[in-house]
C-alpha cells in the first residue's frame, strides 16, 4: 500500500487544516489508518486511529476535542481535520496503515507509512 499525505499548510494559532491521506489500493477498507507527527528534537508520536469500518477511533489526550480522523473508503483516502490549532502542534504529519488497530496506534511494527506532510502553527 502507498500512501500520499497531503496537506502541507501555515496556519495561525486557533486556525484550522485538513490533511488528507490517499492510498493506493482498493483493499483500502480493510486497513486500520492512523496518523502520527514528529515534532524537532522530539520522538514520533500517535495523533489518532480509525479503524477500517470507521467504528474505532481513538486520539491522543493532546488532540482530543479539537481534531477528528475519519475516513472515505469510497475514495481510499483517510483525512485529519485540524482545529483551535496551537503552535505545539507544529510537526511533520504521517500518515499510516495497518492490518491490526492496535499496531496503528503504535509508532513502531506498522506496515505502511506515508511520506510526512509539514504543518507550521504560528503564534
Known amino acids: 500500500v502507498q500512501l500520499q499525505a497531503c496537506g502541507v499548510g501555515l496556519v495561525q494559532a486557533g486556525g484550522s487544516l485538513t490533511l488528507s491521506c490517499a492510498a493506493s489500493?482498493?483493499?483500502?477498507?480493510?486497513?486500520?489508518m492512523g496518523w502520527f507527527r514528529q515534532a524537532p528534537g522530539k520522538e514520533r508520536e500517535f495523533v489518532a486511529a480509525?479503524?477500517?469500518?470507521?467504528?474505532?477511533?481513538v486520539y491522543a489526550d493532546s488532540v482530543k476535542g479539537r481534531f477528528t480522523i475519519s475516513r472515505d473508503n469510497a475514495k481510499n483516502t483517510a483525512y485529519l481535520q485540524m482545529n483551535s490549532l496551537k503552535p505545539e502542534d507544529t510537526a511533520v504529519y504521517y500518515c499510516?496503515?495497518?492490518?491490526?488497530?492496535?499496531?496503528?496506534?503504535?509508532?513502531?511494527?506498522?506496515?505502511?507509512w506515508g511520506q510526512g506532510t509539514l504543518v507550521t502553527v504560528s503564534s
Open positions: 480509525i479503524s477500517g469500518s470507521s467504528i474505532g477511533i
Open positions: 489500493e482498493r483493499t483500502f477498507s480493510t486497513h486500520n
Open positions: 499510516a496503515a495497518d492490518n491490526q488497530f492496535s499496531t496503528v496506534q503504535a509508532a513502531k511494527g506498522i506496515d505502511y
